[in-house]
């Protein structure tokens, strides 16, 4: 049997569409359907059911994806292994969520682009999960970091981290409010105070007044910035109260430059993911960053 239909058969497993495999495999989409026609004439068993958005895989597909697609990710991974001495030929694409990319990921995998030749080159980009996911799905990217667990079979997802996020404010805005007050009359006490967010939805502000006091928020924001290191600068400059990832404001806490408003008993948490094409793993540079970025997520918790 052609182990190229053999591939662009469980490339279409994984991705559920012809278009998507056809984008992956750097193929047209008759040439993709082509191909697995003809292993569904060597078979002769449908592989798939064709759908409107998408295919299913019949039940033979499920059993041959099963036991081809183990022996594919080897044979590749013994190619990639024959290219791993130049590293060169090695480029890693990492994208993730702006704060988190700049401030966790980045750091811990620059150590992995030296000259001890076994390093890669690395390009980030930035984007929301949606955007990070459909990137990885098209071939865009290697490797993404995700506050969302992709669902299918083409992405694959390990838990990295676990984010406690934190409602603050600079220390007048404490003040004001005085020590204890929160816990006694609820959120009511800070319904005068303006709002600082990442977008008009007031995603963090929401989800904690949801998670902690079981209400909705009744300021909207005031202001509105696309990146919480700069939601970070206004808050400490005396704008608002805003929700943050207690990573990226353990610093300006500890400096006194904002003050933590509330310490619930069970904070709220986000979990950020680690997402890779299913089978990619296969490919060196790629397992390194993954295996890399674990270890160094057991000390950002």
Do not use: N
């Not at 109260?241 to 207690?246: E, F, G, I, K, N």
């Amino acid at each position: 049997m052609d182990l190229a239909l053999l591939r662009t058969f469980v490339t279409v497993h994984r991705a559920g569409s012809f278009t998507r495999a056809a984008a992956l495999l750097g193929l047209s989409q008759p040439a993709v359907t082509s191909q697995i026609r003809t292993l569904e004439r060597q078979l002769g068993r449908p592989l798939f059911l064709r759908q409107a958005r998408g295919v299913t895989p019949t039940t033979i597909g499920d059993e041959l994806a099963h036991k081809a697609a183990p022996h594919l990710d080897a044979l590749v991974e013994i190619a990639e292994t024959g290219l791993e001495e130049d590293s060169s030929l090695r480029t890693l694409h990492l994208a993730g969520p702006p704060e988190f990319t700049a401030e966790r990921a980045l750091p811990a995998l620059t150590e992995l682009t030296g000259e001890d030749g076994q390093g890669f080159a690395l390009r980030a980009s930035f984007g929301t999960a949606e955007e990070v996911l459909e990137g990885l799905a098209a071939g865009h990217h290697d490797l993404a970091i995700s506050t969302v667990r992709p669902r299918g079979a083409l992405l694959s997802a390990t838990a990295l981290c676990d984010e406690e996020h934190v409602l603050v404010a600079a220390p007048p805005w404490a003040e004001r409010i005085g020590s204890g007050t929160l816990h006694r009359t609820g959120p009511s006490v800070l319904e005068h105070i303006p709002v600082v967010e990442v977008h008009e939805s007031l995603p963090f502000v929401a989800r904690y007044w949801a998670s902690v006091f079981d209400s909705r928020p009744v300021a909207p924001g005031t202001v509105i910035v696309p990146d919480l290191r700069a939601v970070l600068a206004c808050v400490a400059a005396g704008a608002g109260l805003a929700v943050l990832p207690r990573y990226l404001c353990a610093g300006a806490l500890e400096r006194d430059d904002v003050v933590a408003l509330h310490e619930p008993a069970v904070p709220p948490l986000r979990t950020y993911f680690l997402v890779v094409r299913t089978g990619t793993l296969a490919m060196p540079h790629i397992a390194r960053a993954h295996e890399w970025l674990e270890r160094a997520a057991t000390g950002w918790c």
